[in-house]
Structures are given as C-alpha cells and as structure tokens.
C-alpha cells in the first residue's frame, strides 16, 4: 500500500487548509487512517484518525474542535484545519494501521509528509 500525502503551505493564523491522502488501492472498512505531524527537534505525534468501515474518528486535544477527517471516496482521507496557530507548523503525515490506535509505531504504511507552516 502506498500513501501519498498533499495539500500543505504556508498560511497566517487563523487561517485553513485541508490536507488529503490518497491511498494505493481502496482503504477496507477494518482499517484506520491516522494523521501524525512532527515539527522540527520534536518527536511525532498523533494528530487524529478514523476507522474506516464506521467512520469513529479521534483527536489530540490540541487540535480538537479545529481539525477533522474526513472520507473522501473509497481511497482518499481528509484532513481539515482551521484555526490555524504557529504551534501546529510541522510535516505532516498520513498513515494506516489496524488498530484504533495514537501510537507511531502501531502504523504500518506512512505517506511521505507535507509541510505546514503557519506564520503569525
């Protein structure tokens, strides 16, 4: 399976962007889609994710009532942001594992990364 991540930029406080990932082949209902983001000197962190088949999704508190998932057709998971703040500027990663889950390592397959920076 191959995840191939877009949609990053730069962009001012407050303001949005929606990530999307598309995935190699279709995304079967048992799986879970996550998002991760790892801003520099950091160590990845779990951002939300989705299970597939019934559409549960689960944020971090940081970026809960700002950012959802979404489903986008039968291969491709949404991330929308709003409210954008400094702190949420990193590389930011899509992932896909079987378990519910906000560990890293739980993932299997990971998407290359895309940058957001949000200036002040």
């Known amino acids: 399976v191959q995840l191939q991540a877009s949609g990053g930029g730069l962009v001012q406080a407050g303001g949005s962007l929606r990530l999307s990932c598309v995935a190699s082949?279709?995304?079967?209902?048992?799986?879970?889609m996550g998002w991760f983001r790892q801003a520099p000197g950091k160590e990845r962190e779990f951002v939300g994710n989705?299970?597939?088949?019934?559409?549960?999704t689960n944020y971090a508190d940081s970026v809960k009532g700002r950012f959802t998932i979404s489903k986008d057709g039968a291969s491709a998971v949404i991330l929308q942001m709003n409210n954008l703040k400094p702190e949420d500027t990193a590389v930011y990663y899509c992932?896909?594992?079987?378990?519910?889950?906000?560990?890293?390592?739980?993932?299997?397959?990971w998407g290359q990364g895309t940058l957001v920076t949000v200036s002040s």
């Open positions: 989705i299970r597939w088949g019934v559409g549960r």
């Open positions: 082949s279709r995304i079967f209902s048992s799986a879970v």
């Open positions: 992932a896909r594992a079987l378990d519910f889950t906000t560990i890293p390592s739980d993932y299997t397959y």
